[in-house]
């Protein structure tokens, strides 16, 4: 599976972004999608994911109440939508698949997209 992820800028304060994450593979549908992100200098950090079907979504507690994870298997895309954003939020931002697992670990995500970088001024 090859992931394209996209969407990243440079944003104020408060203003909202919405990240796109395009999957080449016609069994979109059978993975678990998951949005990870990495500060410069830090570890990645989990922060959304949602299952096959998009029945079942989590979310790090830095993400509840401001960010949605979201997917369109007819359009193999997984989207992270980001509300009221912070300055703690800057960081590249992967899109990541995997097959088996409602995962929250990097370890447990086979497949990952390149990043796009989110910027966010205060």
């Known amino acids: 599976v090859q992931l394209q992820a996209s969407g990243g800028g440079l944003v104020q304060a408060g203003d909202s972004l919405r990240l796109s994450c395009a999957a080449s593979s016609r069994t979109f549908s059978r993975y678990v999608m998951g949005w990870f992100r990495q500060a410069p200098g830090k570890e990645r950090d989990f922060v959304a994911a949602?299952?096959?079907?998009?029945?079942?979504?989590y979310y790090a507690d830095s993400a509840k109440g401001r960010f949605t994870i979201s997917r369109d298997n007819a359009k193999n895309t997984v989207y992270l939508q980001m509300n009221s954003l912070k300055a703690e939020d800057t960081a590249a931002y992967y899109c990541?698949?995997?097959?088996?697992?409602?995962?929250?670990?990097?370890?447990?995500?086979?497949?990952w997209g390149q990043g796009t970088q989110v910027t966010v001024s205060s």
């Open positions: 990541a698949a995997n097959p088996w697992y409602k995962g929250t670990q990097v370890y447990e995500y086979d497949y």
């Open positions: 949602i299952t096959w079907s998009g029945g079942s979504t």
